[in-house]
């Protein structure tokens, strides 16, 4: 059976929505913590933006791979 050139990819967003949520809960209570004058330190702050920035990859090349 021949392909009409086009498929259907699914992608199970579930992991990444969760993953996301995470993130965003760490970035507020981080934030709360700053506005409350209780110590958040930087360190704090570089963790978080890592994790959001491995996570724009793994999107990026999910995106990339879908769009191919």
Excluded: F, W
């Excluded at 392909?3 to 259907?8: D, L």
């Excluded at 981080?30 to 990859?57: F, N, W």
């Amino acid at each position: 059976m021949e392909s009409s050139g086009s498929s259907a990819v699914a992608i199970d967003l579930a992991p990444l929505v969760r993953e996301i949520n995470r993130i965003g809960v760490n970035i507020n209570q981080t934030a709360r913590r700053l506005h409350t004058d209780q110590v958040a330190g930087p360190k704090a702050l570089q963790s978080q933006m890592k994790d959001l920035d491995e996570l724009l990859e793994i999107l990026k090349a999910a995106l990339a791979e879908v769009s191919s």
